[in-house]
């Protein structure tokens, strides 16, 4: 017998039927296979890249970031994105934004140190965070970055630096305000309500090496309404309309962050995010018109920056893993170890992800336990999930892991993996090389004391 | 190797719908399983129904033995199959 006439071996399964619940059999929406990402089959780039592995679509970024672009293009004359780097920062995937004319948005030095290192200049990157060091503080200012002052301590330092340096810095504020989502993030910025804001702009006013350029926020993470970027967009633009009025003083842009919900499923909630969060038509619509309330004329109209993070990459990243076994848990559910746990998956603590098996799979789909392979019991990946019977070594696709995933990850007991970017002309680049021991132990330093003919024998 | 037995009313379909008139439950069955339960029910032994694996899906024998395993297991947790140890 040839083996092209055997039939594929899908493990030997039996499900029991349960009356008045859905029958899972035929029922495969939710298990129709990925086999490819952008055309380029998954398997040919385990047997090449190795498992788990990380794969980009630079497709899906670039038209992400175009899609986003247009909606609000159309609904507004000036729009300008800021790429959060904190969101993804490697090279590969922050080039791709660059090269869509996305600026930088970072929050520390080291990002702000990678934006120059792709050839970022200051002038396109905004700096934001409540940790800027002095050294920091003094390469943006002569570099003409964006600043986006965090606290009173900040603005103090700044304006002794930039009179030290005889030059003037181009500065914003980070405003904190009540706009109907709990809890308030009022540990970042100058808090509006109280009254904060007002006095850090009129120091700042009062400083003639601080150019007050625009007005900042960002209200928090997957937004799950439009309505609280109304209220932040009109809250800025008041803020904005009093320097107006006090001083003759107008600010060119407004700033309002990032948080635009993904269409990654939360934990909590029942029903899948598409569909239940708003489309970016959506927060487009609520932003503008609240600016275009304020305004007397179009070219009164401030710049509108977004700093928009995982509503962008999310869905341009996905993790392949394997399946390392099989097991019955005590209770006789069913349980598969994968080598991908939540030191690859940090995002896995809030998202039920989409997981599809790579192969097409049989008829027959079972709940089962998905854990990673850390020795540790918070490494489970999901509590259950229908997936069909798995063999050692089949590939699962774990979808929308382009956001947070390859910058929060752990280098915990294992090393982290290969990442590799599927290109629009269809060939397939390593952009971040799996880690070695060498790596990490390069970085190590072992006491002369402690040295091996001290400890051994 | 343990003997396999399964409870006299165990019938599988081709489309491997699996029905218990005795107590009312049905099961469903992929193509494996009902390649086993059928090598079961025609009197194979448990080292027959491993090579049976083997040529009908060019399975290596160790995977096919584990999995088998397992396969049995959930029979008998379901109460359709018995197994004596045939030391
Ligand atoms: C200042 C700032 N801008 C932008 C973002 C990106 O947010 P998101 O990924 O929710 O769009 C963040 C994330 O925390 C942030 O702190």
Request: with cysteine; charged share 25%; proline share 4%.
């Amino acid at each position: 017998m040839s083996l092209g006439s055997r039939k594929r071996y899908e493990r030997p399964t039996i499900l029991k039927q349960y009356s008045g619940y859905m029958n899972k059999v035929g029922n495969r929406s939710g298990l129709a296979p990925t086999p490819d990402i952008d055309g380029v089959s998954i398997e040919k780039m385990v047997e090449q890249f190795g498992s788990p592995l990380f794969v980009m679509s630079e497709q899906a970024i670039r038209m992400a970031q175009r899609r986003a672009y247009r909606v609000f293009k159309t609904r507004y004359p000036r729009v300008q994105f800021a790429w959060s780097y904190k969101t993804n920062y490697l090279d590969a995937v922050c080039a791709t934004f660059h090269s869509e004319d996305s600026w930088a948005e970072v929050v520390s030095g080291f990002e702000y140190n990678k934006a120059r290192g792709l050839g970022v200049p200051g002038n396109r990157i905004i700096f934001n965070g409540p940790d800027k060091s002095e050294e920091d503080l003094k390469r943006a200012v002569n570099e003409d970055a964006y600043l986006h002052v965090d606290h009173f301590d900040e603005l103090y330092r700044l304006i002794s630096i930039t009179e030290s340096l005889g030059k003037t810095a181009k500065v914003a504020i980070r405003v904190n305000m009540d706009c109907g989502v709990y809890p308030l993030w009022d540990r970042f910025g100058f808090n509006l309500e109280n009254g904060e804001a007002w006095q850090a702009l009129k120091r700042i006013m009062a400083t003639p090496s601080l150019k007050l350029v625009g007005l900042h926020t960002h209200i928090g993470t997957y937004i799950m309404s439009p309505d609280p970027y109304r209220v932040a967009a009109t809250k800025l633009s008041e803020l904005a309309r009093s320097l107006q009025t006090e001083y003759g003083h107008k600010i060119e842009y407004i700033d309002l962050g990032g948080g635009f919900a993904s269409k990654n499923t939360l934990h909590g909630q029942y029903l899948p995010a598409e569909g239940v969060v708003p489309t970016i038509e959506e927060y487009a619509e609520a932003i503008t018109d609240a600016l275009m309330q304020h305004a007397t004329s179009p070219s009164e109209l401030p710049m509108l920056i977004l700093e928009t993070g995982r509503a962008l990459v999310e869905e341009a990243g996905f993790l392949i893993t394997s399946v390392i076994a099989n097991k019955r848990l005590a209770d006789g559910r069913k349980s598969l170890i994968i080598d991908a746990g939540v030191n690859l998956l940090f995002t896995s603590f809030w998202y039920r992800h989409k997981i599809t098996p790579v192969r097409d799979p049989g008829m027959v789909s079972e709940d089962a336990a998905l854990y990673g392979p850390l020795c540790m019991n918070i490494d489970m990946v999901r509590e259950s999930i229908s997936l069909p019977p798995l063999n050692l070594g089949d590939l699962l696709c774990i979808h929308h892991v382009g956001a947070y995933d390859m910058t929060q990850w752990m280098q915990f007991i294992t090393l982290r993996p290969n990442v590799v970017m599927v290109m629009q002309d269809g060939t397939v680049e390593l952009i971040r090389k799996a880690e070695t021991l060498e790596y990490i132990r390069e970085r190590e330093q072992l006491p002369r004391q402690l040295s091996k003919n001290n400890v051994v024998g | 190797m343990d003997k396999i037995t399964l409870s006299h009313d165990v019938a599988v379909s081709e489309s491997g719908f699996m029905f218990l008139p005795t107590t009312g439950e049905s099961f469903t069955v992929n193509a494996t399983g009902r390649c086993i339960i059928g090598a079961i029910q025609s009197g194979r032994s448990e080292s027959e129904t491993l090579k049976i694996l083997v040529a009908e899906f060019g399975v290596d024998e160790r995977t096919a033995e584990r999995d088998l395993r397992e396969f049995v297991s959930q029979l008998q947790r379901y109460h359709l199959a018995q197994t004596q140890d045939n030391k």
